[in-house]
């Protein structure tokens, strides 16, 4: 069965650690996004990646790290400078043609405590 | 850039009542648009696409969408909302930097 995996469900840590965020999907698909959901905020791009080894900021990347070392994986770090890490984070991917639709994870919920 | 704009934070219906959702977007060229829905806690799933074509558009549980170049809107409906419908629904748009813009979303409520 084809998707978009993301561990854990749910994660905490404390003020001052930096915290990696799992991806992993299977549907062969070149690029990859993650996103951060606040309440009343929709989606924010954190970053993308289109091709294996390379990848871009997106629109709120400060405090955030990401590789792409293999095609299914795209790992995010969230690091101590991050100032208000606590959210909730979606990876995607999309697919390799115009439209770019995107397929997402169910998530991970993030607490800082 | 392309932009997003759902008017409505919230909405509340009646289960058995219509719903419809706006959706207005700005965009130079001609849009891919999409209507994702999110359960608390989930991640989302799309309900359907606009790409080119008919203006027309269905998809999953029983959503539909309509393309109006003129008004640049993709509005969606259901003409039958069932308690399963509660969720976050979020209009998006792809723009020429392959990148897709999300509206803020609409919370819909169900009430019995």
């Known amino acids: 069965d084809g998707g978009i995996t993301q561990s854990p469900k749910y994660l905490f840590r404390k003020e001052g650690q930096n915290v990696t965020l799992s991806c992993e999907q299977n549907?062969?698909?070149?690029?990859m996004y993650w996103y951060r959901q606040d309440p009343g905020q929709g989606l924010r791009l954190i970053y993308y990646?289109?091709?294996?080894?390379?990848?871009q900021k997106g629109d709120i990347a400060e405090g955030y790290s990401v590789s792409r070392e293999k095609k299914e994986s795209f790992p995010l770090t969230v690091t101590s400078a991050q100032k208000n890490p606590t959210a909730f984070y979606l990876c995607?991917?999309?697919?390799?043609?115009?439209?770019?639709?995107?397929?997402f994870g169910p998530g991970t919920r993030l607490t800082v405590l | 850039a392309q932009s997003v704009t759902q008017p409505d934070i919230h909405i509340t219906v009646s289960e058995g009542a219509s719903l419809e959702l706006r959706c207005n977007y700005s965009?130079?060229?001609?849009?891919?648009l999409f209507w994702y829905v999110q359960s608390p806690g989930q991640g989302l799933q799309l309900l359907l696409k606009y790409f080119s074509g008919d203006t027309l558009v269905q998809g999953i549980k029983g959503f539909e969408a309509e393309f109006k170049r003129s008004q640049s809107s993709f509005n969606l409906r259901k003409p039958s909302v069932h308690w399963s419908d509660a969720a976050e629904y979020y209009c998006a748009v792809v723009g020429n930097d392959y990148k897709l813009s999300f509206g803020a979303g609409t919370t819909v409520t169900v009430r019995a």
């Open positions: 990646s289109q091709i294996v080894n390379d990848f």
């Open positions: 549907l062969n698909h070149d690029a």
């Open positions: 965009y130079g060229a001609t849009p891919y």
């Open positions: 995607a991917s999309s697919l390799p043609d115009r439209t770019h639709e995107q397929f």
